[in-house]
């Protein structure tokens, strides 16, 4: 169904590049998901923005190798200050149970799980590894430096982090600070994220339909983007096969009536790709849903980025 989406919400177009935001304080963010390691071997562009959201499905089968090859495509990305990941169901790895009883569905030789996670939690360059955890853009300064190391040490709460800032401490960023043009202040916009989605061909993550409620209690009532690699069930969650017709999640569309953030980002259902809309209070208050798999449903990276431009909160 066409909707009139708000004219900060589009798909960014692989060339020309995209207009500049309507200000330079507001926070442009780009968001993806399921790359399957194709955009690390591609030149799959990925537009200048303050915050990158990749919903998760970021390898093809979750080996620490897949694991370090989009570390270092993230890295490569110096055009983006704060990269966001969440796990998706092909990084079997991450999910420490599953992985201990099905690891010989997906690899040869067992891998260390706890290794892979270090590799995505210490990985600097502003990549920010989340499951079940917030991150909020919280007075973020964009003037002068990307990184700046005495930020660092000041009191914030553990899951909150500047937009300006990289890694867990100061001995992290060992990239020098340097000028950024932009000017402004970015802040009060939280982002809570999670892998987790209802069961669907037994890979990581999965939960029994009416089982993931215990997980979305714990989405913040006052999220702002919501990042998880399922859909909620009707929005971007139409399979092409199966016995589901909407694989989306019900009990996620729930908690999403009771939150109602601004955007829900996520991915995993490839055909879904797209950005629709949820109203609530006949229309006065609304969620943007983006599906932003990147791959077709054939594996290939033809689907475009998904450009949001969010004012100064």
């Known amino acids: 169904m066409d909707i009139e989406l708000p004219p900060n919400t589009y798909m960014a177009p692989f060339a020309p590049a995209p207009a500049d935001k309507p200000a330079p304080n507001w926070l442009r963010m780009v968001c993806i998901s399921d790359t399957h390691n194709t955009t690390d071997t591609s030149n799959y562009p990925i537009p200048e923005a303050d915050i990158l959201i990749h919903a998760g499905d970021f390898t093809k089968m979750g080996t620490i190798a897949q694991i370090d090859q989009f570390i270092g495509w993230l890295k490569s990305l110096d055009h983006i200050p704060v990269k966001i990941v969440v796990a998706g169901n092909h990084e079997v790895i991450l999910d420490k149970g599953f992985y201990e009883q099905h690891w010989r569905r997906f690899h040869t030789t067992k891998e260390d799980h706890?290794?892979?996670?270090?590799?995505?939690?210490?990985?600097?360059?502003?990549?920010?590894?989340?499951?079940?955890?917030?991150?909020?853009?919280?007075?973020?300064?964009?003037?002068?430096?990307?990184?700046?190391?005495?930020?660092?040490?000041?009191?914030?709460?553990?899951?909150?982090?500047?937009?300006?800032c990289v890694g867990d401490n100061a001995m992290d960023v060992d990239a020098p600070a340097v000028e950024d043009p932009r000017e402004g202040w970015i802040e009060g916009y939280r982002i809570w994220a999670s892998p987790w989605q209802p069961e669907f061909y037994q890979w990581a993550f999965n939960e029994i339909r009416g089982k993931l409620k215990d997980i979305w209690k714990f989405i913040p009532e006052d999220v702002d983007i919501l990042m998880t690699h399922g859909p909620p069930k009707y929005h971007g969650d139409i399979v092409a096969m199966g016995k589901e017709r909407h694989a989306g999640c019900e009990e996620l569309l729930e908690r999403l009536k009771l939150v109602r953030p601004l955007y829900h980002v996520f991915g995993h259902i490839h055909e879904g790709y797209g950005i629709s809309e949820i109203k609530w209070d006949e229309g006065s208050h609304s969620t943007i849903c983006i599906n932003a798999s990147t791959c077709t449903q054939s594996y290939r990276p033809l689907n475009q980025p998904i450009i949001v431009d969010l004012p100064p909160k």
Do not use: P
């Open 114 to 164: 706890q290794a892979a996670v270090d590799k995505l939690k210490s990985a600097g360059h502003g990549i920010i590894y989340l499951n079940n955890e917030s991150y909020v853009v919280d007075g973020a300064r964009i003037l002068h430096e990307k990184y700046q190391k005495q930020m660092k040490q000041s009191s914030m709460e553990s899951t909150t982090q500047y937009v300006d």
